[in-house]
């Protein structure tokens, strides 16, 4: 769907995106994350010809935006980070309007108006003011109308931002709904949204793409080792040098609790080490309080790469 090959944008005091390429196919939902001014909403606003690019090559669905721009266009629903709407507009004129603009055939307007509407929640407000409504309602107008022409792909950049937690909800379970039809590039800075909708994380940073994968193998291929805290009733320096002398398993904080609980942090080669671990503690008789696995999160991840990313340069 998305073919980006060696593209490169420069502004007077800096550049921005740095022979960037990455490919999203069809039918994905992809999170595109990075730091503020690492290349972003840049590489969003040259896919969807807003900005043009100084070197290199995008293709959408086949297009090449440079040869075949307003083919490539019509491919694209873009809902930007400030989404510019007609306030002075009633909600059902403005998509009347951009529905006409966006080349959708007289007499399929009113269907297609109907569909997008009742997609995003604004049935009851087709009559209303724009300006009148609240941010979450004007989003969601934002939304209708990068659907209006049933584009193969949606640009989606920080999509719930200034939402409240509920709106959020309802626009997030909008975008898995639009996912059945729609493949879908996704930009915000709520880590949990990417958790929760995305197929594929790609990151940028200081204009280069230095992460493409699944979460999980991103996780996987930064945190080699499991921590593994364990909390039991022995003796301290009994249960240190036990542990301790167990291959493949590291003791990093080890703490004497009230009633002679002990606390250890493991650093373990993986996870399956629970297993050994629970293995001793029943073969030396520990009472086992807590034995759990700790948690990447994609924040802990996203750090991780930005950081190390921007060290190596």
């Known amino acids: ?96 309007f951009r529905a006409e603009l966006k080349g959708v055939k007289a007499p399929a307007r009113k269907a297609k108006m109907n569909e997008v509407k009742e997609q995003c929640g604004l049935t009851d407000v087709g009559k209303r003011i724009i300006g009148q409504l ?59 949204e990417v958790e929760a909708i995305c197929e594929r994380i790609m990151i940028i940073n200081e204009g280069k793409i230095v992460a493409s994968d699944t979460e999980q193998n991103l996780h996987r291929k930064l945190h080699a080792c499991s921590i593994i805290e364990m909390e039991i009733m022995a003796d301290k320096n009994e249960v240190v040098s036990r542990i301790g002398g167990m291959e493949g398993m590291d003791i990093r904080n080890a703490s004497e609790l009230d009633a002679g609980w002990v606390w250890l942090e493991i650093e373990a080669d993986s996870s399956a080490m629970r297993v050994e671990l629970f293995n001793l503690a029943v073969t030396e008789g520990w009472a086992l309080r807590e034995l759990t696995e700790q948690e990447h999160s994609l924040e802990d991840t996203f750090v991780q790469i930005t950081r190390n990313a921007g060290g190596a340069q």
């Open 1 to 96: 769907m998305i073919k980006v090959s060696g593209v490169t944008k420069k502004f007077p005091a800096r550049l921005a995106v740095d022979n960037v390429s990455f490919e999203v196919e069809r039918g994905e939902i992809v999170g595109f994350l990075g730091p503020n001014g690492a290349g972003k909403t840049t590489t969003m606003r040259m896919l969807t010809g807003y900005l043009p690019m100084n070197a290199g090559k995008i293709e959408v669905a086949g297009f090449d935006i440079a040869k075949d721009p307003q083919e490539v266009r019509r491919r694209i629903g873009y809902l930007p980070e400030s989404c510019p709407l007609y306030p002075e507009m009633r909600v059902d004129e403005y998509l009347r």
């Open 134 to 192: 609240s941010k979450g309602y004007r989003q969601r107008v934002g939304l209708a109308d990068s659907l209006i022409h049933d584009p193969d792909l949606l640009i989606l950049d920080e999509p719930t931002v200034g939402l409240d937690p509920y709106q959020i909800r309802q626009v997030r379970e909008l975008i898995k709904q639009l996912s059945d039809r729609h493949t879908i590039l996704l930009s915000t800075h709520i880590l949990p």
